[in-house]
């Protein structure tokens, strides 16, 4: 059974969309307020570029609740990934 929890939230200038994964890392991405939900997207990243790049290199400690994520090659996939995309 799937509990509730937040998964977007808007105002009239945007839409947030937001994904906490089990480790606590938490991934946001901002967008028009007519935009459809983003969660999908949020996990794919999650899985196919955090996951390999980040969690295994240990460059962010999982369990630090206040770090943030500064790799360069990270951000470059997720840029081009998101670019791919009609936000």
């Known amino acids: 059974k799937q509990k509730d929890y937040l998964k977007s939230f808007s105002t009239s200038q945007y839409k947030v969309h937001y994904n906490e994964f089990m480790n606590g890392l938490k ?7 007519t935009k459809v939900e983003y969660n999908a997207l949020l996990k794919d990243l999650f899985k196919k570029y955090y996951v390999p790049l980040i969690s295994f290199k240990l460059s962010v400690d999982p369990y630090d609740k206040n770090a ?12 081009s990934y998101l670019s791919k995309i009609n936000f």
């Open 27 to 33: 991934f946001v991405i901002i967008s028009i307020p």
């Open 68 to 79: 943030v994520i500064s790799n360069k090659l990270f951000d470059e996939l997720v840029i």
